[in-house]
């Protein structure tokens, strides 16, 4: 059994912030634990824009605080993200978020990260595995 607090991992290397200084993520569940998914606290700041595009991964993502606008760049739909509203990018759908206020949100990833990605010029995390225990 694992007991972990979002506090807990606050200035540990499970606290990652993106190189572009548009978010930060406290990762809960990585794939060092080897349960199949990862688990998240991501912010958004406000007024910010993030393109991504999970080509390897799964994404669930429930709104939890602030407000976000996320468009589907293969549809052009966009949509307004609100506390207690969830999107699933089941698709590895390429999208945008424009962020209106601080927007924190929990996300559960299918493969698991790692805790080492950050989105490349495509937006894309690569797909970073744990090496094999000894």
Do not use: Q
Not at 29 to 43: K, P, Q
Request: charged share 30%; with cysteine; proline share 4%.
């Amino acid at each position: 059994m694992i007991v972990r607090s979002f506090k807990d991992i606050e200035g540990t290397d499970r606290h990652v912030r993106a190189a572009s200084g548009t978010w930060e993520s406290k990762r809960i569940v990585l794939a060092r634990e080897r349960v199949g998914f990862s688990l998240h606290e991501t912010v958004l700041h406000a007024g910010t824009e993030t393109s991504m595009w999970y080509a390897h991964h799964v994404e669930a993502v429930v709104c939890v605080e602030g407000a976000a606008e996320l468009t589907d760049h293969e549809t052009g739909k966009t949509y307004t993200i609100t506390p207690g509203t969830m999107y699933l990018l089941d698709g590895h759908e390429r999208h945008t978020l424009r962020v209106a206020e601080d927007f924190r949100c929990i996300c559960v990833f299918n493969p698991p990260v790692t805790g080492r990605e950050d989105h490349d010029d495509d937006g894309v995390y690569p797909l970073l595995t744990e090496p094999e225990e000894a």
